[in-house]
Nanobody, 120 residues
Framework: QIQLEESGGGLVQPGGSLRLSCTAS????????MRWYRQTPGNQRELVAT???????NYANSVKGRFTISRDDDKKAVYLQMNSLKPSDTAVYYC??????????????WGQGTQVTVSS
């Protein structure tokens, strides 16, 4: 079975930084696109950042210039460096990955979520 384990969330003051990590485990042939989403109570889950298997990145307008997504395929990991955090960044953050167990068997997987709270 494949699991995505997240870590790095916590409580920070406005203007602070956090680095989220998400590591995949299990027998994996390849990891294609990897993404970070976030969700607040009563709202739909929103896409924050994407990184492709060719290292092409894309960001939501609300985080451009402040967040950086990266990946380490040797470690089967994706990271989200969050700088200049604002209270509006408070949410549960979820990593997402499109993973191939074998070339012909690919599926979407989710991490368990990690809480990020930005407050003074």
């Amino acid at each position: 079975q494949i699991q995505l384990e997240e870590s790095g969330g916590g409580l920070v003051q406005p203007g602070g930084s956090l680095r989220l990590s998400c590591t995949a485990s299990g027998i994996i042939f390849a990891i294609e696109d990897m993404r970070w989403y976030r969700q607040t109570p009563g709202n739909q889950r929103e896409l924050v950042a994407t990184i492709t298997d060719n290292n092409v990145t894309n960001y939501a307008n609300s985080v451009k210039g402040r967040f950086t997504i990266s990946r380490d395929d040797d470690k089967k990991a994706v990271y989200l460096q969050m700088n200049s955090l604002k209270p509006s960044d408070t949410a549960v953050y979820y990593c997402n990955a499109f993973i191939a167990l074998v070339p012909s068997l690919r599926s979407d997987y989710w991490g368990q979520g990690t809480q990020v709270t930005v407050s003074s």
